[in-house]
């Protein structure tokens, strides 16, 4: 008896320990509700996704149905629209991340420096972020691109020059211009912070020890942005992948395919061609390429917060 009375955890102990469990499962209960409406927001439409892949399914011809198999993949990988839809997804995103991250670089070096209207330049570029994709698209097709009434004709034919209808010529060139200045004024956002986050006394040490304006940002400015340059490129690459207005808005994917994009190209196989299947099918492929690109871009992320 007294041997287990010396071994016994004290009453005091055995309170808390029991406190603690009981504190646990509540909270576990509190978040159950949301953790399974998270699962269902998510999980329900993959498995739907991934049923319908597999299934023959027309919304306009209701005699096409029953197991599919492969077939909706091959005929999609084999398609010369969704090979063309790829090159144009990886050349959009990498053209608006060369634009964005490049220009957000040099603007967010500008804009740390003093100069007469400094916080109304910064609000100014920063503004397009907070405009709608959709408001954004239709702003430059009819404002500043409209080949009769656009800005841009007008200031053409103010010097002697023919207007081009910049939609119809260069379509993926325009729509990634309209995506780029969306874009633009986050990357200047989170560069612009970095950046004056540097130590002002390594800056003036180098300018004393003679470094020239180049030399300071290619050694020390740049070195310094590494990490934010790549968080910019992650964030806006996993975004990047599912650009939808501003082609719907703008050329609706044309002439023929040469804007369409990946996300693009699923939304007119599911609701402009009504072939659910296929749609589907492109949609599991645009999921397995999507996670391809974040599992590289988290990695390369870490490497560089880590170094």
Do not use: C
Not at 132 to 153: D, E, F, Q, R
Not at 225 to 247: D, H, N, Q
Not at 249 to 269: C, E, Q
């Amino acid at each position: 008896m007294q041997a287990v009375l010396e071994h016994s955890p004290p009453a005091g102990a055995t309170a808390l320990n029991q406190t603690k469990v009981r504190g646990k499962r509540t909270g576990l209960l509190l978040l159950s509700p949301s953790v399974l409406l998270l699962l269902v927001w998510s999980i329900v439409p993959l498995v739907m996704t991934l049923w319908y892949s597999v299934q023959n399914y027309n919304l306009v011809d209701p005699t096409l149905h029953g197991f599919a198999g492969i077939d909706n993949y091959w005929y999609l990988l084999t398609d010369p629209d969704f090979l063309h839809s790829l090159l144009n997804t990886f050349i959009l995103v990498a053209g608006v991340l060369l634009i964005s991250v490049g220009g957000g670089t040099l603007l967010a070096v500008l804009y740390d420096q003093e100069f007469f209207g400094r916080g109304i330049a910064r609000i100014m570029v920063i503004s397009p972020f907070f405009i709608m994709p959709t408001v954004s698209a239709l702003l430059w097709k009819n404002l500043m691109l409209h080949p009769i009434y656009g800005v841009y004709s007008a200031m053409m034919r103010a010097v002697g020059l023919t207007p081009i209808d910049w939609l119809a010529r260069f379509p993926l060139l325009t729509v990634m211009m309209i995506v780029a200045w969306e874009w633009l004024p986050f990357a200047v956002l989170i560069l612009l912070t970095a950046v004056q986050s540097l130590d002002g006394e390594q800056r003036e040490a180098a300018r004393m020890d003679g470094a020239g304006p180049i030399a300071r940002f290619r050694y020390i400015i740049l070195p310094h942005l590494g990490r934010a340059i790549s968080v910019v490129v992650m964030i806006e690459t996993i975004y990047l992948l599912t650009i939808f207005a501003e082609i719907s808005v703008t050329t609706a994917g044309g002439p023929g395919v040469a804007s369409t994009n990946l996300a693009y190209l699923i939304y007119s196989r599911a609701l402009l061609q009504f072939d659910v299947g296929g749609a589907s099918a492109g949609g599991v492929i645009a999921i397995i390429i999507a996670n391809i690109v974040a599992i590289f871009l988290v990695r390369a992320v870490a490497r560089n917060l880590e170094a």
